[in-house]
C-alpha cells in the first residue's frame, strides 16, 4: 500500500489560528503545534453538537 502523509498547510492555518504556528528566526511560518490544535478541535465539535441537537429539536417541532 502506497503512504500517504496527512497535514495542514502551516501557511492557511496561519490565517486563521496564528497562536499554533511556530515561525523560524526569519518570521517565516514554518510548523504547527499539533497539542494545541486538538483543543480547539474538541471545542468546534462541542459546537456542533449543540447545533445539531437544537436542529433535531427544531424539525421534531415543525413535524407536529
Known sequence: ????????ITEEVY???PTIV?????DEVESLD???LTPIL????QELAK???Y????VQLLQK
Not at 1 to 8: A, L, Q, T, V
Not at 22 to 26: L, T
Request: hydrophobic share 35%.
Open 42 to 45: 474538541i471545542s468546534a465539535i
Open 51 to 53: 447545533e445539531v441537537k
Open 34 to 36: 499539533y497539542s494545541k
Open 15 to 17: 490565517e486563521v489560528l
Open 1 to 8: 500500500f502506497p503512504s500517504h502523509d496527512i497535514g495542514m
Open 55 to 58: 436542529l433535531k429539536l427544531q
Open 22 to 26: 511556530h515561525k523560524n528566526e526569519n
